[in-house]
């Protein structure tokens, strides 16, 4: 806990959003850590389930194709030191 600077709540308009926000303003107070709320989306989820699946955010892989790690070497760059 010793890098930790903050609580953040993502408010995605999901659920029960007082309950969260009191649970997380509760450990933000017991462990000395500024709270803050971020606004947030379901967007993300819906296209999971719903499509497009665009190869921006997604990896499809069709049926009966065998997966490798190529096409998930590259989403993000990533520098390994």
């Not at 930790?4 to 107070?29: M, N, P, S, T, W």
């Not at 850590?33 to 497009?52: A, C, D, F, M, T």
Request: charged share 20%; net charge negative.
């Amino acid at each position: 806990m010793k890098n930790y600077k903050r609580v953040a709540l993502v408010d995605h308009g999901a659920g029960d959003i007082q309950a969260a926000r009191a649970h997380a303003h509760e450990f933000a107070e017991l462990f000395n850590l500024s709270y803050e709320e971020i606004p947030g989306s379901l967007e993300y989820v819906r296209r999971l389930i719903n499509g497009p699946w665009d190869n921006d955010d997604f990896v499809v892989v069709p049926p009966g194709q065998a997966v490798d790690s190529a096409p998930f070497m590259m989403l993000h760059a990533i520098t390994l030191i």
